[in-house]
């Protein structure tokens, strides 16, 4: 799955950000790349169609160290959130090596992160990965709404494998590199298991 680049003696891993539309993917993404050092960042990519966007940046995190001698470069992915832009979050998901699940903390957004979830399990078993043996967190987003469902039932509908979960509010940070050093940390041991 992991892309070596032995010129540049780097390890390229593909993170995707999953979840439903306006669950809080791209703000995460934005928070991470506004808050990640300049010489340690590629540029943010917007590809935006009439109906539908995807962002994409990679960094080089220099505390996270070498692997063999390799830097490990991230790739960080988010999906258009809609279902219905089903080709699309395929097609993003094709060699990825961990997932985020982003769940919007609402009440009545509770239906869409159960679509969206399943949506994501039969996207990646059509490609032949198993979101139970990837590197995987969960997200709970938006938790300074009053509407915000309590942690216990997110995780009850959302996590029943009991995957690392964060909350998170996405738009002040709180939460977003708690998140994402958890994944890459998944995704490192994979690598360093030669996985």
Same mark, same amino acid.
């Given at each position: 799955?992991?892309?070596?680049?032995?010129?540049?003696?780097?390890?390229?891993?593909?993170?995707?950000?999953?979840?439903?539309?306006?669950?809080?993917?791209?703000?995460?993404?934005?928070?991470?790349?506004?808050?990640?050092?300049?010489?340690?960042?590629?540029?943010?990519?917007?590809?935006?169609?009439?109906?539908?966007?995807?962002?994409?940046?990679?960094?080089?995190?220099?505390?996270?160290?070498?692997?063999?001698?390799?830097?490990?470069?991230?790739?960080?992915?988010?999906?258009?959130?809609?279902?219905?832009?089903?080709?699309?979050?395929?097609?993003?998901?094709?060699?990825?090596?961990?997932?985020?699940?982003?769940?919007?903390?609402?009440?009545?957004?509770?239906?869409?992160?159960?679509?969206?979830?399943?949506?994501?399990?039969?996207?990646?078993?059509?490609?032949?990965?198993?979101?139970?043996?990837? $590197?995987?967190? =969960?997200?709970?987003?938006?938790?300074?709404?009053? +509407?915000?469902?309590? &942690?216990?039932?997110?995780?009850? *509908? /959302?996590? $029943?494998?009991? =995957?690392?979960?964060?909350?998170?509010?996405?738009? +002040?940070?709180?939460? &977003?590199?708690?998140?994402?050093? *958890? /994944?890459?940390?998944?995704?490192?041991?994979?690598?360093?298991?030669?996985?």
């Amino acid at each position: 799955m992991s892309f070596i680049n032995y010129s540049s003696r780097e390890i390229n891993c593909k993170l995707v950000y999953y979840g439903p539309g306006l669950c809080g993917k791209t703000t995460n993404l934005q928070y991470i790349y506004n808050k990640t050092k300049a010489d340690a960042k590629g540029k943010m990519i917007s590809l935006a169609t009439e109906t539908e966007r995807t962002l994409f940046f990679d960094f080089l995190p220099l505390s996270l160290g070498e692997i063999r001698g390799f830097r490990t470069r991230f790739h960080l992915y988010t999906v258009p959130g809609q279902v219905f832009y089903d080709a699309s979050r395929k097609l993003i998901l094709k060699g990825v090596d961990g997932v985020c699940f982003v769940a919007d903390s609402q009440m009545e957004r509770m239906e869409a992160n159960i679509e969206s979830l399943e949506n994501l399990r039969d996207n990646l078993t059509e490609q032949g990965y198993d979101l139970d043996k990837l $590197p995987y967190v =969960v997200q709970y987003n938006k938790r300074d709404l009053p +509407s915000a469902v309590p &942690v216990e039932e997110l995780s009850e *509908a /959302l996590n $029943p494998t009991r =995957v690392p979960e964060f909350d998170a509010i996405a738009t +002040s940070g709180e939460g &977003v590199f708690d998140t994402l050093k *958890a /994944l890459a940390k998944q995704v490192l041991t994979e690598l360093r298991k030669g996985g």
